[in-house]
């Protein structure tokens, strides 16, 4: 346990030593900063259009905002989850690092664990403030918005990013290339994003698509649904994948290089 | 300290270690001696089970390194060919991750990690983020991390290769220091380099252990007996008639004159026939003016190229 906290704590450490952890928390915080007034302002304005004809709405203005703004979250996390996690491994690997901790009494799940933790951990952190404009949202909400809504949210955007965080650091530790490793992890999350497009006109495999898709049980939380076979979908999800990155660092043993 | 038993180590069909054997005691310093690609790197690299041997045992401090890889780690540092370091770290950020790494309790890392500073000579040096030292320092942050758990023993994958002559000799007494409390195994190509630093040398090539010995026995069991250099004024005949008068000399090479008519001469003898003083008689007895006169030892860069080609030619033909 004391090696999983050595390696967190160096990862964590080079995240906000380097300017990564700024430039890739500014970027995200600007975008959905940028996104949220947008979405804020175009339900609003079209809730306040509807009353005016008198059409005296049941329109849940920030339920709706909520909802359109976790669904914008998820595609921000689909284009910036690659970037946190191409170095993971690929960057060890190059500079020659990775032979350091195979050398030392760690175990490669102490490695994986200390290194995927530490990357939810700067995923969660960049997610933080984001909360800050809920928050407002919530308390000037009438009828009050229940918080349920907005955790549960909170609660899917972390296992989706997660999800694809144990992805990324997977496929990282196939290549010693970062680009490489970036480019298929955008691929790979794409994929399985879309993947229920795909089901045609076949009723029972769509349905396993649809239930293979990361987006799908994503839209659940949305709508501050926490279904059991969601957090059982994401959850062995990222055991597969946490699984399989330590059984590819291991692997490094047998490799020439 | 540690015991090698005909380690082998294939990768596909090729085979980089092949039946390697030798042992290190405790508190000695071993060169490991060979061309480039010889097998150094893996043969350490087993040693400190990063990789696992195709075939062959390796014990390192009483543990072997593939079923009790754990305790071995425990007990090695090692430094690999470059040094491991995150460039954004600070050298002693760094060098305390690596104590942490290496399960050295709480309370004693600060004094660890001090200490490896001291050693190296990079205390100056501490709070400097690694990307921002030259080569030479980072090569040195590299051997800390090595020592930083006061590990039983050291493992050095080329330790002076990049470094100015300065440093070269800095690292190398700082090696000399280490042995004692610590068994040392470093790995070079540079032969001057294990005749100053090691105790004994393994000599490797094409993965196979060429020889085995203390750079001093190397040097003086030299195929052909003694070799010795003449200096003198002389004619070129009259040397060549003169020394071949002398039972048991052999392979006379003479140099070209030089601008002030001094000649220049190496005789090679049968071993334990030392016949510079009929030398220094019989050219005293022509009046010739003689400058110079003395026995010259093989040199170990002779017998590694000895060695190795010799092999490399057995090898040729089967290939």
Known sequence: ?????????????????????????????????????????????????????????????????MRNFFGVLSTLVLFLTPILTMGIYAEERKRGTM????????????????????????????????????TFMVLHSDPRLPWRLMFAGYAGILLLGGSLLALGSFLSSLTENQLIAAVMTFAASLFIWVLDLGRGGNAALGSVLQYLSVIHHYEDFTRGVIDTSSLIYYGSFIVLFVFLTVRSVDSMRWRRA | MIEVQDLTKSYGTVTAVDHVSFTVNKGEILGFLGPNGAGKTTTMRILTSYMPATSGTARVAGFDVFSNSMDVRRHIGYLPETPPVYPDM?????????????????????????DALRKTSLEDKRSELIKRLSRGYKQRVGLA??????????ILDEPTVGLDPKQIIEVRNLIKGLAGNHTIILSTHILPEVSMTCDRVVIINKGKVAAVDTPQNLTSQLKGGQK???????????????????PGTSRLTIESPRADGHLSATVEAAQGNDIRSQIAARVVEKGWPLYELHGVSLSLEEIFLELTTDDAAHAQPSS
């Open chain 1, 1 to 65: 346990m004391h090696s999983l906290y050595a390696i967190y704590r160096k990862e964590m450490g080079n995240y906000f030593v380097s300017p990564v952890a700024y430039v890739f928390i500014g970027l995200f915080l600007f975008l959905s900063g940028f996104f949220f007034n947008i979405i804020l302002t175009d339900v609003t304005n079209g809730a306040m259009m509807a009353e005016m004809r008198g059409m005296s709405s049941g329109i849940d203005v920030p339920g709706i905002v």
């Open chain 1, 99 to 134: 032979e350091l901790l195979m050398t030392s009494p760690v175990t490669e799940i102490e490695i994986v664990l200390g290194k995927f933790l530490a990357s939810l951990s700067l995923f969660a952190i960049m997610l933080l403030p984001t909360a800050s404009y809920l």
């Open chain 2, 90 to 114: 600070s050298v002693e950020s760094y060098l305390d991750f690596v104590a942490r790494i290496k399960n050295v309790p709480a309370e004693r890392r600060a004094d660890r990690v001090s």
């Open chain 2, 145 to 154: 991390q090595a020592l930083v758990h006061d590990p039983d023993v050291i």
């Open chain 2, 228 to 246: 010795i250099r003449i200096e003198l004024e002389a004619p070129e005949r009259g040397l060549r008639e003169l020394l071949g008068q002398i």
